[in-house]
Structures are given as C-alpha cells and as structure tokens.
C-alpha cells in the first residue's frame, strides 16, 4: 500500500468519524404506533412511617370540623370558623409514627402505613362512622413531605415532590429538566429504600417492554432516580480524550490531513 492510498484512507476515515451519527440519545425508539402494553402493577404511593400527611375533614357540622381539623385558635374579633379551618389546612399535619399509625381527633389510633392517599381517606370515613363521629364526612388526603430525588446526568438534579399518585420515571426525568444528551439511556437506575435494605432498578429506555414491566417504572416516595453518562462523557473525564472528542480536533485533523494530500497529489 502506497503513501497515497494511506493518506486517501485517513482522510475517509476522519471524515466518517466526524460525520457519525450519534446513537441511543432517544427514548423508547421502537415503540410502534397504536402499540399496547401491560406495566406494572401501578399501587400509587403506599404510605410507611415517617411520612407525613395534611388531612382534613368536612361535615355538615361547623363545630364538628373545628375539631377534627385542629384549628388554630384565634381570640381575634371577626376572625370566623370558615377562615380557621381554611388557614389550618396548611398546618394540620399528621406524621406516621413508627409503628404505622397516626393519632387522629376523637377518632384515636389510626393505621396509616401500607394504605394509599385514598385508601386511608376511606379507612378515616369509616373509622369515624363506625365511633358514631361523623356519618356524613369527606375526607382529604394530601402528602407534605412525599417526594424523590433525580441525580446524575440530567439538566436539573435535585428533590421533587410527587405531582400524582402514580408517578412514572418519564414523568421524573421531565419534572427535572430531562436527561442531558450525554445521558445513558440503557441504564438509569432507580434506588429504592424500603425499611433497612436497598433495592436497585436499572431501567433500558431504550426497551420500553422492559421498562414498563420493571417494578421501578412508577415511583415510590424517597426514590433515587440516577442517570449515568454515557461513554461519550465518561471519556471526556480525562484531559487527552477531552480533546480528541472535540469537534475542533477532528476538524483539524482533516485540515492538516487534506493539506498533505494535496502536497502529495501534485
């Protein structure tokens, strides 16, 4: 092989390299159109200890809904029952003790831990019914503290509170800005604290039967959501192949090579 065909072949090997397109920057590519799939088994947020709660309750009885709503006292003139109960909703919170249960008005211990928003809104309504409280209440639920955190490479890491009961990591990574285009799609993991073990799923957004069938796909309170980068990243971390991966570099790699190869060709 002659220093021509040498050349020819350097100079159609970085123009290659140069123009290559990247891959697995889109998520779930081969998702066909009108295409139905079974996730998993979607509970929303089972609530557990420690986490914290707003609830609040109405009935046909003003009196009755002071009470149950913990309303905040005010010896003020003009200040009315609707305006306490209305102010206290941002105060009423109830903590999950670590046994599961909260300590509610006139009801007493209530088991919280295991059941969802709306499972515990039920289990209150009938508490209640069953101690002769209220037999006409409405019961709101709502989180205080309940969220998760996404890390790693995406635009903005940091901790969120859950929007829906059934939040999935789509939802996550968009609530954060979305994964950078550096960001490895085929392994995002999702730590899962649940009492004193750790669990770790990694998710292929790139498969999506594989990644709405994974119990990780809908979010629990206190998940890690992280996002690794890609190779592409992972070898900018060192100074020399900073440089070859720029696009500068290769531009000049061509520009010396062409030059060459028209001294040559002459």
């Given amino acids: 092989m002659n220093i021509k065909t ?10 290659l390299a140069s123009c290559t397109t990247p891959k697995n920057v889109s998520y779930i590519p081969n998702w066909a159109e009108g295409e139905s799939l079974i996730t998993a088994e ?8 420690a986490d914290r709660l707003s609830i609040i309750v109405n009935t046909k009885s003003a009196e009755l809904n002071n ?9 003020i003139i003009g200040y009315t029952e609707v305006q306490s109960i209305s102010q206290s909703r941002g105060a009423s919170g109830y903590t999950i003790d670590p046994e599961g249960y909260i300590d509610f008005p006139l009801v007493g211990k209530v088991k919280a831990a295991g059941l969802t928003r709306s499972g515990l809104a039920e289990h209150l309504k009938q508490t209640m019914q ?29 901790f969120y509170q859950f929007s829906s009961d059934q939040l999935n990591v789509l939802q996550a990574l968009s609530m954060a800005g979305d994964m950078n285009i550096t960001g490895d799609r085929e392994h995002v993991k999702v730590i899962r604290t649940d009492g004193d073990k750790q669990e770790v799923y990694v998710l292929n957004l790139q498969d999506h039967q594989a990644m709405i069938a994974s119990p990780g796909y809908y979010l629990q309170q206190n998940d890690i959501v992280y996002v690794d980068p890609n190779h592409y990243k992972k070898r900018q971390s060192t100074a020399n192949a900073s440089e070859i991966t720029k696009a500068s570099f290769w531009l000049s790699a061509i520009s010396v090579l062409t030059t060459v190869a028209v001294l040559v060709f002459k």
Avoid at 6 to 15: M, P
């Fill in 6 to 15: 040498l050349l020819k072949t350097g100079c159609l090997v970085l123009l």
């Fill in 42 to 49: 979607a509970k929303g947020i089972v609530l557990k200890p």
């Fill in 67 to 75: 009470v149950l709503n913990m309303p905040v006292t005010s010896q």
């Fill in 130 to 158: 069953e101690k002769n409280v209220a037999t006409d209440a409405v019961v709101t639920v709502e989180y205080i503290n309940l969220g998760f955190s996404v890390l790693g490479d995406v635009l903005t890491p940091g």
